[in-house]
């Protein structure tokens, strides 16, 4: 009799703990910070890989950008796909400087990116300003991330 | 030496066989003759072969639109830098004997040694390409069928300009379109 209940007792303490093992397995529990991260590219969590986003399409060649404010870098109209930028070759240069804009058609650099920090105007592009896309960026057609009602001022739209 | 006496002897004895049989085997062995002799010039034309010495030219083609791209029409080594023409290609293929001095030298067998040379070598291939018209450019891109209404913009408005009057052929704007540029410091008509 004492074996007995001693034994029920034992498989009754042991049966819950099998029970919860099994379900911390399989259970997905809501509204429970698991570690996963929110961001501005949505909910993701820790122990998954959520399906990445499409490449974003640069368009080919359009009309210039309209500036949102006064010295905004120009946006890039084009596509700059392998147009190499080193110290070996500026591409962007073989259109876009003082020479060969006449040529190419290309907006010339404006005169700011002759001088030098101290405002000392030099006689080529000053080394602070030979990497383009320091500043100039091409447009994809990715949507804002973050809703926002900016607007440019007056003189410029 | 006795052996090389009786090969030549047996060489230069009149035959017994037939003028026809003869003439018949020497036009077999001449078609397999051609067809070795072929099958190891292409062979100097594949990828693997240039870049067992000029790998990190090689190597820099990956991040371009020769390489891949969207339709996957891509260009290799012997596509651009081999003309296509077979006399062209033999008179090609008689002065690459001076790489193979080159290879011997090591001229360009270290990272660096290629970096000092790159200059060089980029104006030789940017001369040969002047002077033959572009035309290892040219038998991939057609110009007759550029279809000016696909392209961008700029595109057109170069394309039907300088191209088209023959003023420029495509090496002189499309520098650097398949391999990372040297120095471009005093190349006349880049900056």
């Avoid at chain 1, 920090?117 to 080394?127: A, K, Y």
């Amino acid at each position: 009799m004492r074996t007995v209940t001693i034994l029920i007792l034992l498989a009754a303490g042991l049966l819950p703990a099998t029970a919860q093992a099994q379900d911390a397995g399989t259970a997905k529990i809501a509204n429970v910070n698991s570690g996963g991260q929110a961001s501005l590219r949505g909910l993701t969590e820790l122990d998954e890989t959520r399906p990445a986003d499409a490449f974003k399409q640069i368009p080919k060649d359009r009309s210039p950008y309209a500036s949102a404010y006064v010295y905004q870098p120009p946006l890039i109209p084009h596509q700059i796909r392998h147009y190499e930028l080193s110290t070996n070759a500026n591409k962007c240069l073989s259109c876009h400087s003082f020479k060969n804009s006449r040529e190419s058609g290309a907006t010339k650099i404006s005169v700011t990116h002759y001088a030098t920090r101290e405002g000392q105007v030099l006689s080529d592009v000053s080394p602070r300003r030979y990497f383009c896309l320091q500043c100039h960026v091409p447009q994809a057609d990715a949507k804002p991330l973050v809703a926002n009602d900016f607007t440019p001022v007056d003189s410029l739209q | 030496m006795k052996l090389l006496r009786i090969f030549w002897r047996r060489l230069s004895t009149p035959s017994k066989a037939a003028a026809g049989a003869l003439l018949a085997m020497g036009f077999v062995g001449g078609i397999l003759f051609w067809g070795a002799f072929n099958t190891g010039m292409e062979a100097t034309n594949s990828e693997a072969f240039c870049s067992s010495c000029h790998a990190p030219i090689v190597l820099e083609i990956r991040e371009t639109i020769h390489y891949a791209n969207r339709s996957g029409v891509r260009a290799i080594c012997s596509d651009c830098h081999v003309p296509h023409e077979w006399t062209d290609k033999i008179v090609r293929k008689v002065q690459a004997s001076k790489e193979l001095v080159a290879w011997a030298m090591g001229t360009i067998d270290t990272v660096e040694k290629f970096e000092a040379r790159r200059g060089h070598l980029a104006e030789r291939e940017w001369k040969r390409m002047k002077l033959n018209n572009s035309q290892e450019c040219r038998n991939c891109h057609d110009f007759d069928y550029m279809d000016f209404s696909v392209q961008g913009q700029r595109s057109v408005a170069q394309h039907s300009t300088a191209l088209a009057s023959g003023e420029k052929t495509c090496i002189d704007c499309h520098k650097g379109i398949a391999h990372r540029l040297p120095d471009m410091k005093g190349v006349e008509g880049w900056q």
